[in-house]
């Protein structure tokens, strides 16, 4: 199984910008969908941003407009670059490859270990 490992995050002023990234320990040009997730203290991990393998991709609504999600498959790798961040941003942000449920494509049980962001003055 692909394992990943993200990388990335930091401590940021309210309006700056950070891009995550997703290292995957093999191929992902076979890998269907691929995603951010984040979860901040006392809330449930929640999804940030996904894509898949043709490019359609999925944001929440809280990112929409400041967040991009992008894959490089030559590399193993992905991204989240993120924009105008915000206090309410401040969480660990894990990658995964999402193997989906009978509900939603972008559910995932597989976790990294996640990278800190916060966002603060």
């Known amino acids: 199984q692909v394992q990943f490992v993200e990388s990335g995050g930091g401590l940021v002023q309210p309006g700056g910008s950070l891009t995550l990234s997703c290292v995957a320990s093999?191929?992902?040009?076979?890998?269907?969908?691929l995603a951010w997730y984040r979860q901040a203290p006392g809330n449930q991990r929640e999804l940030v941003a996904g894509i898949t393998k043709d490019g359609r991709t999925n944001y929440a609504d809280s990112v929409k407009g400041r967040f991009t999600i992008s894959r490089d498959n030559p590399r193993n790798a992905f991204y989240l670059q993120m924009n105008n961040l915000k206090p309410e941003d401040t969480a660990v942000y894990y990658c995964?490859?999402?193997?989906?449920?009978?509900?939603?494509?972008?559910?995932?049980?597989?976790w990294g270990p996640g990278t800190q962001v916060t966002v603060s003055s």
């Open positions: 995964a490859a999402p193997q989906g449920s009978k509900t939603s494509i972008w559910t995932a049980d597989h």
């Open positions: 093999g191929t992902i040009f076979s890998i269907y969908a």
